[in-house]
């Protein structure tokens, strides 16, 4: 089993930045990856990126060059640093680990944290 627990959901205007934070625990070390949803209110779950162990990520089209997924490995930690926000952004969003792969679905998640609100307003 794994535990996934998000941290840093809020409040920002449209052009403001945002953190998230993902910290795993139990049995993490069999996952390759660590990746990040989004769900809008009405809409379906939605993929915004993942990164590998050995670091390397992919985004979605529509948070690339805005958004950066970075990780410490020692701390089994991922992280989300949302730059220059829209109101598009807004959704609840879920971090979770899995298996990345070098091609097909590129990515798998098997466990999901609870979810963190982000909402992007004036």
């Known amino acids: 089993q794994v535990q996934l627990v998000e941290s840093g959901g809020g409040l920002v205007q449209p052009g403001g930045s945002l953190r998230l934070s993902c910290a795993a625990s139990?049995?993490?070390?069999?996952?390759?990856?660590m990746g990040w949803y989004r769900q809008a209110p009405g809409k379906q779950r939605e993929w915004v990126g993942f990164?590998?162990?050995?670091?390397?990520?992919n985004y979605v089209d529509s948070v690339k060059g805005r958004f950066t997924i970075s990780r410490d490995n020692a701390k089994n930690t991922a992280f989300l640093q949302m730059n220059s926000l829209i109101l598009e952004d807004t959704a609840v969003y879920y971090c979770?680990?899995?298996?990345?792969?070098?091609?097909?679905?590129?990515?798998?998640?098997?466990?999901w944290g609870q979810g963190t609100q982000v909402t992007v307003s004036s």
């Open positions: 979770s680990i899995g298996y990345a792969f070098s091609s097909g679905p590129l990515y798998r998640p098997e466990y």
């Open positions: 139990g049995s993490a070390s069999r996952f390759n990856a």
């Open positions: 990164i590998t162990n050995g670091g390397t990520t």
